[in-house]
Nanobody, 128 residues
Framework: EVTVVESGGDLVRAGGSLRLSCVVS??????????IGWWRQTPGKAREVVSC????????HVISSLWGRFTISDDKVKNAVYLQMNTLRPEDTATYYC???????????????????WGQGTQVTVYS
């Protein structure tokens, strides 16, 4: 069974930075073709994809509205994926979820498919 556990959410002033971590269990990066993604949700809104990465082919995706501020990376030794968030804004306030799916289009929000595996979420609150 594949599981993902997020951490790193916090209360931060606008302009600050945070790095979210997602530890993946159930398979080893590089051995199984999975895409790991980050999604976020604010109350009253639908969940939206933020970024995703495939640890095997190294392909990454960040939604265009976050280019230049958010980056995604992975660590094959730790079986972890990270979301580096810089120059945070109050509108980045959300619960951030790590997801995993064998399909790139599902993990990266490129289709109507919802990712199969979700973490419990980690709260990011940005105040001005």
């Amino acid at each position: 069974e594949v599981t993902v556990v997020e951490s790193g959410g916090d209360l931060v002033r606008a302009g600050g930075s945070l790095r979210l971590s997602c530890v993946v269990s159930g398979f080893t990066f590089g051995n199984v073709d999975y895409t790991i993604g980050w999604w976020r949700q604010t109350p009253g809104k639908a969940r939206e994809v933020v970024s995703c990465i495939n640890p095997i082919d190294r392909e990454t995706h960040v939604i265009s509205s976050l280019w230049g501020r958010f980056t995604i990376s992975d660590d094959k030794v730790k079986n972890a994926v990270y979301l580096q968030m810089n120059t945070l804004r109050p509108e980045d306030t959300a619960t951030y979820y790590c997801v995993a799916d064998r399909l790139w289009i599902a993990a990266c929000g490129k289709s109507a498919l919802s990712p199969v595996t979700w973490g419990q979420g980690t709260q990011v609150t940005v105040y001005s």
